[in-house]
Nanobody
Framework: QVQLVESGGGLVQAGGSLRLSCVVS?????LGWFRQAPGKEREFVAA????????YYADSVKGRFAISRDNAKNSVYLQMNSLKAEDTAVYYC?????????????????????WGQGTQVTVSS
């Protein structure tokens, strides 16, 4: 069983930065970040392979967010810069056992097997 615990959310002004952290218990392959705003479906933000060699971002955060992982600390991070009001959401850390071709990166909710409890990020405009 894999357990994930997020931290680092909070209230920040537009243009500011936040860093989310997620501690993961158990061996994992891909780790990802998703977010869900009120009244909207959960959406993919970013994902990273175990080696860090494969990373994928949603177009909406590309160039502003950066995902990284430290396997020695069993952790994955999401550095969020130039935050916008539309980034406001509950952010979830997730782990996937999915495998695929060399370039495969899971991006769908159903491709992730384990989820954290979420951390609120609020960006004030």
């Amino acid at each position: 069983q894999v357990q994930l615990v997020e931290s680092g959310g909070g209230l920040v002004q537009a243009g500011g930065s936040l860093r989310l952290s997620c501690v993961v218990s158990g061996r994992t392959y891909f780790l990802g970040w998703f977010r869900q705003a009120p009244g909207k479906e959960r959406e993919f933000v970013a994902a990273i392979s175990r080696s860090g060699g494969r990373i994928y971002y949603a177009d909406s955060v590309k160039g502003r967010f950066a995902i990284s992982r430290d396997n020695a600390k069993n952790s994955v991070y999401l550095q969020m810069n130039s935050l916008k009001a539309e980034d406001t959401a509950v952010y979830y850390c997730a782990a996937s056992k999915a495998t695929g071709s060399y370039s495969f990166v899971p991006r769908a909710v159903y491709e992730y097997d384990y989820w954290g409890q979420g951390t609120q990020v609020t960006v004030s405009s």
